[in-house]
């Protein structure tokens, strides 16, 4: 059991290391203006960067002339922070910005946490001024972001986050939730922003694998789910949960900077589940149902998450539940294995690179007809028919700790009727009896694709204007397997658990794998090296060992040092006598806050 | 009057924000606000502007702040209209809203078709045809209310997503993603249309001329029930026919004007999409 306040002293330690990092960069933002104010001092450069950012453009910001949460949110968590000290002029240019600028609430979940709490935070300072940006008096603002971000809390105590798990924005839910705990005047809503802060470090800690993020991820950026060190999320692991040797190049980010210097700190028993597991272990979460507004006769049904967190990796699945045959979130990643290793070499996914256009205008304004270029224009690389990751009506997800079944059934007029594998470059594969066989020293692991498959080489690039020269973005083996009905089965166990690789090589493809009645009948089964027996009815029941898993009973927290039901608002993270209760008070019988953002 | 001010002759056409002035000539930018418009209600004193970021009151003066009309509960607007007492009624992404005032006079929305099933409340179009009739084109056909949108019942047309609607001549047109045109006396009962557009995204009559606006551009029927293509091919969103002007939206594209009844049409003004045409005076 570590103690809080020599556990505060070591993140307080190492946000003391990050900060200086950070005041040593040339050219600052908002985000990262907090270090001048804490080291050097330097007003101008502080004006400079504040007048920089609020003219960028930015990704959620909408059209040119109009600020978006990008813009507001490290504005106003500058200001708060540092009032007192903060140059005149860098002052009046986000007072003048929130009072009279055009501004907008994007259209994610991250992005109107980030418009309310700045905008909350502003309503707050400026609550005597006649009139606010948007026309109304400041309290109408308060007010309405206040409701937001309380519906949107109660929402994730109850049903599990929306926006669940992404290594590249969980930063932008934490930090204006930190924000708010700093600076909001509303002790209701600040007692309740603790809360749910603890449940989003507890996420983190849950799934934290060696500096990884394993398992399904409701957005992981694009073309970065074979990374291992993903998003800027990296950041909080390193400040939280800490474990390894400060790098710069891997554990700063702007968007993080803010947190360095807030008195808020998680509880200590996060960072230890982070970091020590005694024993293989499974987590369980649900999150809330992707938010799918056409294209569909029913709504999608809750996430089930599924995590198997061995010694020497990490296998996630998700249920996702989408309905109908055109939802198919554009960054979701359903499922990975993952372990420690260096970028590209520690990750196996795979996915059906779903195309039409349905899937954006399933969540987006665009008529189906002009989404296809309305999105795809500004980000090509989303209708690759090599992409390895977004989501697709079409696949199912059957898991039993490291064993797993990812299978898709296609219709023949899919733009892209198969599906795509990454492996690893490092691994010395084993092709044995249609299994490929993997020694990760640490682990052993077979992959055994259900249908005819060709090996491809993929390398992707960010600089990619002529040719493509590193592969930055993507790097590894592309296994593309056949439609109507690709699919894997996989299975990995601890070296310690076999006598040999051989011996596991030898196991494995002597396991059963029951393919006969899967194009036919829809039937798949894979026997594990333990004897274990997982059966997948494609749009039927899962059963392992005959038993059906029955999903609905998936807890919003599950696991041997997490526990709570949905609907109660009420969670225990750690054990024995280190432990952290969280109780939001909720009303399970209160109608929740209707959903109005997008993924 | 200011400079610059909103007039009953003016044109109004939303695109990226909200422009005024004369199809063929010039155009006016009508305030600092590239909101994605989708929909415009014309009144005396100001416009009611439908964005994909919320609904807003815009003042006839260009120079005026423009004030935020929806709440957290509202987000993509698609259209907008009054109801008997001018009360705007939005329809958008999660349905048809309505809203009441709060102690502090501030409006709080809510969904009338929140708990129908997606495609039934993703609302393109809402047309309040008297003080109790309701049609709403829905991404699952037309939805009719008798009671002000207190309940909703499907029509004929249904199983498509519609997306125009409009009375024209005591008449009903509705159009659809992939059945063509449709029309109906009551909103009950439709039949189809002869029509050479699958989809058809906007609908205009003047006498005996039809106008369809489709993925493939202009379709026009004239008296003697020929359809003829016109105009650029594009995804026209919106049309308006004003004696021999013709103006069109396209999204992407632009707004296209011809003066000689689609003989020749021309690209006017600054605007990539055009999403809403307002001829002078009227409502949109």
Redesign the interface.
């Known amino acids: 059991m570590i103690d809080q306040q020599a556990y505060e002293q070591q993140v307080q330690a190492r946000a003391d290391e990050m900060l200086d990092a950070v005041a040593q960069q040339e050219r600052q933002s908002a985000w990262s203006a907090h270090s001048i104010l804490a080291r050097s001092h330097d007003d101008q450069q502080v004006i400079d960067a504040v007048a920089r950012s609020l003219a960028q453009v930015v990704p959620g910001a909408g059209d040119g002339g109009m600020g978006g949460p990008f813009h507001i949110l490290p504005a106003m968590l500058l200001h708060c922070r540092w009032e007192a000290e903060l140059p005149a002029q860098a002052a009046d240019m986000i007072c003048d910005f929130m009072l009279r600028g055009v501004l907008v609430r994007g259209n994610t979940e991250n992005h109107w946490l980030m418009y309310y709490t700045g905008n909350l935070l502003a309503a707050e300072r400026w609550r005597e001024e006649a009139q606010f940006w948007n026309g109304q008096p400041p309290v109408a603002m308060q007010r309405e972001a206040t409701r937001w971000i309380l519906g949107t809390i109660e929402r994730t105590a109850r049903i599990g986050h929306h926006e669940y798990d992404s290594p590249g924005y969980h930063i932008e839910h934490m930090m204006p939730l930190i924000g708010l705990y700093e600076h909001t005047t509303d002790k209701h809503l600040r007692a309740q922003v603790e809360r749910v802060l603890t449940l989003k470090v507890a996420d983190m800690a849950l799934e934290f694998f060696k500096g990884s993020w394993a398992g399904s991820h409701s957005r992981e950026g694009y073309r970065e789910n074979t990374w291992t060190r993903v998003g800027p999320i990296r950041t909080l692991q390193y400040l939280y949960f800490g474990g390894e040797p400060f790098d710069p190049e891997v554990h700063l980010h702007g968007f993080a900077i803010p947190a360095l210097l807030a008195t808020y700190r998680p509880p200590a028993v996060l960072a230890r589940m982070a970091w020590e597991r005694k024993t293989p272990q499974l987590v369980k979460k649900t999150k809330a149902p992707r938010n799918i507004i056409r294209h569909a006769d029913h709504y999608a049904g809750p996430v089930y998450k599924t995590t198997f967190m061995s010694e020497s990796f990490a296998l996630g699945s998700a249920q996702i539940n989408l309905p109908g045959t055109s939802a198919g979130p554009i960054d979701l990643v359903s499922w990975d294995l993952t372990w420690s290793g260096a970028k590209h070499q520690a990750k196996i996914t795979c996915n059906h690179p779903f195309l039409s256009p349905e899937r954006f205008s399933a969540f987006l304004g665009p008529h189906p007809q002009n989404a296809r270029r309305a999105v795809g224009d500004g980000k090509p690389y989303l209708q690759s028919p090599d992409r390895l990751f977004g989501a697709s009506p079409f696949e199912r997800i059957v898991q039993h700790d490291g064993a797993a079944i990812v299978a898709y059934r296609i219709p023949e007029q899919d733009e892209a009727p198969f599906a795509n594998l990454f492996l690893p470059l490092s691994t010395d594969w084993v092709e044995r009896s249609g299994w490929l066989l993997g020694d990760m020293g640490d682990f052993y692991v077979g992959v055994h694709p259900l249908a005819a498959y060709h090996w491809e080489r993929i390398r992707q690039s960010r600089n990619d204007a002529i040719m493509v020269s590193d592969g930055d973005l993507i790097d590894g083996w592309l296994l593309r397997i056949d439609g109507p009905t690709p699919g894997i089965a996989i299975e990995a166990v601890e070296a310690t658990a076999v006598d040999s690789f051989e011996v596991f090589c030898d196991r494995r493809t002597a396991a059963g794998l029951g393919l006969e009645a899967w194009s036919a009948k829809a039937l798949v089964s894979l026997q594990t090296i333990a004897g274990d027996q997982i059966e997948m009815e494609f749009d039927g029941e899962h059963r392992v060992n005959g038993e059906v898993i029955d999903y609905a009973s998936w807890p919003l927290y599950g696991a041997p040092e997490a526990e709570g039901e949905l609907h109660t608002g009420r969670m225990r993270f750690g054990s024995g006598a280190d432990l952290v209760d969280v109780d939001f008070g909720i009303d399970p019988q209160k109608p929740l806050m209707p959903m109005r953002v997008i993924g | 009057m200011a400079v610059g001010e909103v007039s009953e002759q003016d044109w109004i056409v939303g695109s990226?924000g909200v422009w005024a002035g004369d199809p063929q000539g010039e155009w006016r930018s009508h305030g600092?606000?590239?909101?994605?418009v989708?929909g415009i209600q014309r009144a005396e004193s100001s416009l009611l502007v439908g964005t994909?970021?919320?609904l807003w009151?815009a003042p006839l003066d260009p120079v005026g702040?423009?004030?935020?009309l929806h709440?957290?509960?509202?987000?993509?607007v698609?259209d907008v209209a009054r109801d008997a007492e001018g009360a705007p009624v939005a329809a958008g992404?999660?349905g048809v809203s309505v809203s009441t005032t709060?102690e502090?006079g501030?409006r709080r929305w809510r969904?009338l078709t929140?708990d129908l099933?997606?495609?039934q409340?993703?609302t393109n179009v809402i047309r309040l045809a008297g003080p109790d009739l309701w049609l709403a084109a829905t991404?699952?056909g037309v939805l009719i209310s008798t009671n002000s949108g207190l309940h909703w019942e499907s029509t004929e047309l249904s199983g498509s997503?519609v997306?125009s609607l409009e009375k024209l001549d005591d008449q009903w047109w509705a159009g659809t993603?992939d059945r063509g045109l449709w029309c109906s006396h009551d909103g009950h009962a439709w039949k189809q249309v002869d029509c050479p557009a699958a989809?058809v995204?906007s609908v205009a009559l003047s006498g005996n001329n039809l106008l369809v606006g489709g993925?493939d551009g202009v379709h026009w029927r004239n008296a003697q029930g020929v359809w003829k293509q016109s105009g650029p091919r594009a995804?026209i969103r919106c049309l308006v026919m004003a004696g021999k002007i013709w103006v069109a939206g396209a999204?992407?594209g632009g707004l296209w004007v011809s003066g000689d009844e689609g003989a020749s049409w021309h690209r006017q003004g600054p605007f990539q999409r055009v999403t809403v045409i307002c001829p002078p005076g009227g409502a949109a």
């Open positions: 990226t600092p606000y590239p909101f994605a989708e994909g970021h919320g009151e702040r423009w004030t935020q709440d957290e509960a509202l987000t993509e698609l992404s999660y709060d502090f501030l969904s929140e099933s997606p495609d409340r993703y991404e699952a997503p997306r993603d989809a995204f993925y995804l999204d992407p």
